[in-house]
């Protein structure tokens, strides 16, 4: 699966309550029907107060091409869409999206872990968007990451689901990569990864402790944007929701 993940940042003037309106009841009933599109959810912060974005929309394809015809490529941040609900959705986001100020990236998902199913509405999702550390190649990062790193993440307290989201173009990516690991219960997710105001944390659990010890050896953790929030599946054609 080819997915699209917009970290989303407000258009200048609107409130985060004005943004979520005109989100959710404006653009989110095109964006779901843009063509080729198998999978939509959106993502709320649980504490936008606290939080570095306003929002995620996360857009999925299962094949490349149709994904870079509705959304643009991964090395260009505007485009200009032929037609259908590909362009109204890109039309629009002028319209409550700082687009500029919109880090995203275009990459192929794996799931490394699901004791959900598809349906993860109601979920509580921490979307790390990684930056690999100093020194090291992206093909390095990479085997850190999905050789070493993820077997400890898995293993979490409180994971019920857990997805790697690599780049399709690392050369032109804003990110190295996207983890996005889901729980049940908020307080779960805290005690395991920290609370959403706070970069750094110490986890009392001796497994979400060597996952917080590993990160520093291949990730810039001072560079890399996060977000906590909860899911919504807006459409998912194969779940068919």
């Known amino acids: 699966m080819f997915k699209h993940v917009a970290l989303l940042v407000r258009k200048a003037g609107l409130t985060h309550e004005e943004f979520v309106a005109y989100w959710q009841t404006n653009h989110t009933p095109i964006a779901r029907d843009i063509e080729g599109v198998v999978r939509y959810t959106t993502v709320l912060p649980v504490d936008p107060d606290a939080s570095e974005f306003d929002g995620i929309a ?41 687009v500029e100020e919109r880090p995203r990236l275009i990459g192929e998902e794996v799931l490394r872990k699901d004791e959900t199913g598809p349906d993860t509405t109601g ?32 293993e979490i307290p409180g994971v019920v689901r857990y997805a790697t989201v690599l780049p399709t173009d690392p050369e032109n990516a804003e990110f190295d990569g996207v ?32 996952a917080r010890e590993d990160v520093d050896e291949f990730l810039a953790v001072a560079d890399r944007p996060r977000f906590v929030g909860r899911e919504t599946v807006q459409t998912d054609v194969a779940g068919g929701t």
């Open 179 to 210: 983890a996005e690991l889901y729980f049940e219960d908020l307080d779960a997710l805290r005690a395991a990864l920290g609370h959403e105001s706070a970069r750094d944390y110490d986890p009392d659990d001796p497994k979400s402790r060597a």
């Open 123 to 154: 979920l509580y999702k921490h979307s790390a968007f990684l930056v690999r550390k100093d020194g090291l190649t992206h093909e390095e990062f990479r085997d850190h990451w999905l050789n070493e790193h993820v077997p400890i993440a898995r």
């Open 58 to 98: 996360e857009l999925s394809f299962e094949d490349l091409d149709a994904l870079h015809d509705a959304l643009g490529s991964e090395g260009s941040r505007d485009y200009d869409p032929e037609k259908g609900k590909a362009r109204e959705a890109r039309e629009d986001v002028d319209n409550f999206l700082a």
